[in-house]
């Protein structure tokens, strides 16, 4: 089975995340597409995150309606700091092939990453393209895709939110409603 791996903090899961999953899935011709949320991503600040559990149950209502889409609590219920390559030594397996999915954005840190040389050596790599662009990453493991991904972002909807703005057009209607029932984000403000 060709699984692609799709992590990410999901503060909140938007329509471009899904995007980026349904353009994987046909493009890479993938079985399924495993969304991933962070636990504790050591590279953000963590104070200014959902509770771990509201990001897992809102990625768990937006792909209710795809069958191939599945979510994993692997790195929710990790103690400690969330690593990529901790992931993915745990869900290596003889029986799956597994495709690491990103989005373009993420390259400006990963000279940060906890055993990057390692990550690169252990599993294909494919970054989605927004806009094409060159980029400077050279191994046989990364693969740059140009996918047509709207520029939603997360904290354009949290500021929406905070405004109170309407987020139909970058959130799925089941996710807008555990939004507004659990509270979230009312008290985001931007810098």
């Not at 011709?29 to 509770?51: R, T, V």
């Not at 149950?57 to 990790?78: G, H, N, T």
């Not at 040389?117 to 990364?142: A, C, G, T, W, Y």
């Not at 929406?160 to 659990?182: G, H, M, W």
């Amino acid at each position: 089975m060709k699984i692609g791996l799709l992590g990410g903090t999901f503060d909140p899961i938007h329509f471009g995340h899904l995007d980026i999953a349904k353009y994987s899935l046909e493009y890479l011709e993938l079985d399924q597409i495993l969304f991933i949320p962070a636990g504790l991503p050591y590279l953000k600040d963590n104070q200014e995150l959902s509770s771990p559990f509201h990001r897992l149950k809102m990625v768990k209502l937006a792909i209710e309606q795809y069958p191939q889409f599945e979510v994993s609590d692997i790195e929710i219920f990790r103690e400690g700091p969330t690593y990529t390559i901790d992931t993915i030594n745990q869900l290596q397996s003889p029986d799956h092939e597994l495709v690491l999915i990103f989005g373009s954005d993420v390259i400006a840190q990963m000279n940060k990453w906890k055993n990057l040389d390692l990550l690169f050596d252990s599993i294909s790599i494919v970054f989605i393209n927004r806009e094409p662009k060159i980029h400077k990453i050279f191994h046989k493991n990364v693969k740059f895709i140009d996918a047509p991904i709207s520029k939603i972002s997360s904290t354009e909807i949290k500021k929406r939110i905070a405004n109170f703005l309407s987020i139909e057009d970058y959130v799925p209607k089941n996710v807008i409603n555990y939004i507004q029932t659990n509270q979230l984000y009312s008290q985001f403000v931007s810098e």
